[in-house]
């Protein structure tokens, strides 16, 4: 009977290992990613939104390893509310400061800061209704937050996200680019790291002019 | 019992070979690793050397008409590549163990792994492609960091680790000194960079900055022709790279905004980011052509970087009156060089071009070898995008007035970088030349051969290139004051500017001709929302109302503006002059051009081209010169039917006229633009250049067949219409328009003595001309 235990246990251990060592599934996330959430419109009427799930990590080609083997750890963890510090950058409310933060020690919360807005636990759904809303129906698009971030401008704070948008197509088409985005509204504020195209042929939809102006606009 | 047990010794023997062999990286077929020497035969490599193309193809053989099946293991040497067991390579990189790596393909779950520390792999194999790609890739990579370190020596030759304090530099730089904490470790690279060799798609390749990747894809008509073969092209793509991040040198945190440079669609930014993309594969391999493998042999799209290339055209030559010219050589492709097309890697030639003529010169004059020069001219265009693109404002080290000196101010920057004073031609000509100047020209420094650089040389061949488009060299910026000895700014010499020409704004018309219509109407539901569908993708319009149905269900494709719609308006411009336009710019952003209650500003004659709209008819005067760089109104007022009089009103005014509550509006958050707005993100358009007395269709006309061009969406503005706003409402949108090459719309001839206008200013009316469009909603 030991023996027996033995040899399932060792072939259950050979066979996982055997497994995950040949899988390519394996260098991405182990597990649905809370960090990333994924977006699907169903139809005109019906926009989902789940935990970005193993096969839609590894279909959109989002490797894990690359995300490890950065070195602002932070950036990657799974729990944003427990980021940890990094030196280069100043805090406050656990969040880091950007903008006109040398204006004032903002750090030391007793310094006032009034703040245009209040963060809200579904800014990431407001913002993924609004990114996956036009397109059409065989694209997600995936939101990964980045930083919680407080902007500060004109002497005023904004509650913000730095998040990583990612669009797949069903073609198995990416475009990805970051942003920062309003803690309340969901809204996007700025968008950056727009890819760069060398294609030898241009894929930018073009039109024609209307033969004639109908519109009754007149320009001066 | 004793077999049962044999049977168990069998079976646990065979899984311990099965987890052993597991842990062994695959050899064989797997992309990730294979033993080289079953590979390559009898030819040999030692550890940690590899196979190579030592150039692209059509150089390694001499042929330009080399076959796609050529056997390129007869071209292909022995090279080192890398003693560690992957390819990845280190170099100076902040906190890393290692900065870059390359892949075969998306796919690819780990850099690829040598067995027997060999790389040797036949051509045509995946893993040739991911050696050549490294070994390009860390030669470019060590030269960039090289040079990166020479910068910093040159500005800051007295620095010391760990600084003492803040150290002074010897010129006014760009470079921060708090991007390198330690000797040769630089901040601004806490991200890997990972290289797809053979990303398996058809005509492609592109740098991707939001996971830091690049990839080199095939040729579609001929698949076993790789961009990877193709050296030129490796050092094209990671130029991008390189730009990306000198562009960011005083952003360089991890978090917060970061500067493109472009927009996507065609734009001057973008353009001079191909250019230097180009100059940045000279730089490497001291070659004045671009991709003849990848791009010339299949697409006849390779590109020269210097006017002796035999592709030019007639008419093209290194003489100082027949070099490849700003405007005129815009949207000039040598592969066809009778048409005239709009694409930035054409345009992009002239920046490569000048750059190359620059470094020639700094040989001639300077007595410099090629390799300085051209590490000189990297450093100068390091300079030069640090300051352009920095999001703090300060602009320069030696700013110590702590006020903003470059792109208006933290929190607009972006705004100012990307539309509102954006990189253009112009921009970057200036700048580096003032980087020239400050450096070479400087007799503090001597770095010309003991000597300095002479100003008029700057002048001299920039203008040669019709880039000389500036008055003074704008060193002070938004701190220069005309006739302050401290904060004057270089003036340029007149007497150098033969070739550049520079155009009055108001020769910026709409076209004359009777019966021309002057402005267009999109409103194609399919148009409009593949336009959508695409800027939304690429991160350029990235709100649109929760009023607006996403099937777009109120475009009637009836070429009119019609509530509840979203439409493209594109204009039909026309340049009054004889000399070329280039750099056209629309702008349908906020400004400055409505008082505090949100009425329309009447500016006098001295500040707008439109005296609009009179006194009587809702405008108040807005007399104040300078524009403030806090007020920002919508470009559209409502025409409002009051009992005296028609007037012209606010969004806000006209919204409470009609008892309409702000919950209707296209952002019940913002009533100022509660009926109508352009798109954020689709509220410029850009036009590559205009022909003297002609439009933009005429100007880009098929010459043989006169068939007039198509437009994209970077042609058009996009405008958002409630679906609230009254059928026969009068909206009147005014637009502000611009160009690179214009007198005005850069200098300021009234207050600031010829100086560049402010950055605030460019919040006003006086850098631009007006343009209105009267847009009566129809149902």
């Known amino acids: 009977m030991k023996k027996l235990w033995l040899f399932t246990l060792s072939t259950f251990i050979a066979l996982t290992i055997a497994f995950y060592s040949k899988h390519p599934l394996s260098m991405y996330s182990g597990q649905g990613n809370p960090a990333w959430k994924t977006f699907e419109k169903k139809s005109n009427n019906l926009i989902s939104g789940h935990t970005a799930t193993v096969t839609e990590l590894a279909a959109a080609r989002i490797p894990l390893a690359k995300r490890e083997i950065a070195h602002d750890k932070n950036q990657y963890s799974d729990s944003f509310s427990a980021q940890k510090r990094n030196m280069n950058y100043q805090y406050r409310e656990d969040r880091i400061l950007i903008g006109d933060v040398q204006k004032n020690n903002y750090q030391d919360e007793s310094v006032e800061l009034e703040m245009i807005n209040r963060p809200s636990s579904n800014w990431k759904d407001l913002l993924g209704n609004d990114l996956i809303r036009f397109q059409y129906e065989d694209t997600k698009v995936m939101i990964k937050e980045e930083y919680s971030v407080i902007k500060i401008q004109s002497g005023r704070g904004l509650y913000a996200e730095q998040v990583l948008v990612t669009f797949f197509s069903k073609n198995g088409n990416t475009s990805s680019y970051r942003a920062l985005v309003d803690a309340e509204s969901g809204q996007i504020i700025e968008t950056w790291d727009k890819t760069i195209h060398d294609n030898v042929r241009s894929s930018t939809p073009k039109f024609t002019l209307p033969a004639e102006n109908n519109s009754g606009i007149i320009a001066r | ?779």
Request: charged letters at 20%; hydrophobic letters at 35%.
């Open chain 2, 1 to 779: 019992m004793k077999i049962k047990f044999s049977l168990f010794k069998i079976t646990s023997s065979a899984l311990v070979i099965l987890v052993l062999s597991s842990c062994v990286p695959t050899a064989g077929t797997s992309l990730r690793s294979r033993d080289s020497a079953n590979l390559v035969g009898t030819t040999k490599v030692s550890v940690g050397e590899g196979k190579i193309l030592s150039d692209n193809p059509i150089m390694l053989s001499g042929n330009s008409s080399l076959s796609d099946s050529f056997d390129l293991n007869r071209l292909a040497s022995t090279a080192a590549i890398t003693n560690g067991s992957f390819l990845r390579a280190n170099s100076s990189c902040y906190g890393l163990t290692y900065c870059f790596e390359v892949r075969a393909d998306k796919n690819s779950v780990s850099a690829l792994q040598t067995s027997d520390g060999k790389w040797g792999f036949l051509a045509d194999t995946p893993e040739f492609l991911q050696v050549n790609a490294f070994y390009h890739l860390n030669k470019m990579t060590n030269l960039y960091y090289e040079d990166l370190t020479k910068s910093f020596a040159l500005a800051y030759p007295f620095f010391t680790f760990p600084p003492a304090a803040a150290p002074t530099p010897v010129y006014d730089t760009a470079l921060p000194y708090g991007m390198m904490p330690s000797l040769n470790v630089f901040k601004g690279y806490d991200s890997i960079l990972t290289f797809y060799a053979d990303c398996n798609e058809a005509d492609a390749a592109y740098f991707k900055p939001s996971d830091w990747s690049i990839c080199l894809g095939y040729i579609a008509d001929f698949p076993s022709a790789k961009w990877g073969h193709d050296s030129t092209a490796v050092y094209h793509e990671t130029g991008h790279y390189f730009q990306k991040l000198q562009l960011n040198y005083r952003n360089y945190a991890s978090v917060g905004e970061k500067v493109d440079l472009g927009s996507g669609y065609y734009d001057e930014a973008g353009s001079i980011g191909e250019g230097l993309s180009d100059y940045y594969s000279y730089l490497v391999n001291g070659r004045t052509h671009f991709a003849e493998w990848g791009a010339g042999r299949f697409s006849h799209a390779s590109r020269p970087l210097t006017e002796d290339d035999a592709i030019h055209a007639p008419g093209i030559s290194s003489d100082a009156d027949q070099r490849l010219a700003y405007p005129q050589y815009v949207g000039y492709d040598p592969n066809i060089p009778t048409i005239p097309i709009i694409d930035i890697h054409a345009t992009g030639m002239i920046i490569s071009h000048y750059l190359v003529a620059q470094t020639e010169d700094l040989m001639s004059r300077c007595s410099m070898t090629k390799r300085a020069a051209s590490d000189m001219i990297l450093h100068l265009v390091g300079e030069t995008l640090a300051e352009l693109g920095d999001l703090t404002s300060k602009g320069t080290e030696l700013n110590t007035t702590g006020n903003p000196k470059i792109n208006l101010r933290t929190g607009k920057a972006l705004e100012w970088v990307r539309k509102v004073n954006p990189i253009n031609f112009r921009s970057f000509s200036q700048t580096f030349a003032k980087n020239l100047l400050i450096n070479l020209s400087n007799p503090l420094l001597n770095r010309c051969n003991g000597s300095i650089y002479p100003q008029d040389q700057i002048e001299s061949i920039l203008d040669q290139y019709g880039l000389l488009l500036f008055r003074t060299y704008n060193q002070n910026r938004n701190l220069s004051i005309p006739g302050d000895a401290t904060f004057a700014n270089t003036a340029v010499s007149a007497l150098n500017r033969k070739k550049s020409v520079l155009i009055s704004k108001d020769l910026l018309i709409l076209d004359p001709t009777i019966n021309a219509s002057s402005a267009f109407v999109i409103d194609d539901k399919t148009i409009i929302k593949n336009s959508l569908v695409n800027l939304m993708k690429e991160g350029l319009v990235t709100s649109i109302s929760n009023q607006t149905p996403s099937d777009l269900g109120f475009n009637n494709n009836n070429s009119k503006v019609s509530p509840g719609e979203i439409v493209g308006l594109a204009l039909n411009l026309y340049n009054n002059s004889n000399s070329t336009m280039a750099g056209v710019q629309v702008l349908a952003n906020d400004w400055d051009h409505a008082d505090a209650t949100g009425k329309p500003c009447q500016f006098s004659t001295s500040m707008s081209n439109d005296q609009w709209p009179l006194t009587s008819e809702g405008g108040v005067p807005c007399t104040t010169i300078a524009s403030t760089d806090a007020d920002f109104a919508p470009i559209c007022f409502i025409q409002s039917n009051e009992t005296t009089a028609t007037k012209w009103v606010s969004q806000t005014e006209f919204k409470t006229k009609m008892a309409l509550d702000s919950s209707f509006c296209l952002d019940p958050s913002n009533t100022k633009d509660c009926f109508i707005r352009a798109l954020k993100g689709a509220d410029q358009a850009n036009f590559s250049k205009l022909n003297p007395k002609s439009t933009w269709g005429k100007t880009h006309a098929d010459p043989t067949s006169g068939k007039a061009p198509e437009l994209n969406i970077g042609n058009i503005v996009l405008f958002e219409v409630s679906k609230h706003i009254p059928p026969g409402t009068i909206v009147d949108c005014r637009m502000r328009l611009r160009f690179t090459n214009c007198e005005d719309c850069y200098h300021d001839t009234g207050t600031r003595a010829g100086y560049d206008y402010l950055d605030n200013d460019y919040n006003g009316p006086r850098p631009y001309k007006i343009i209105h469009l009267q847009i009566p909603i129809t149902d």
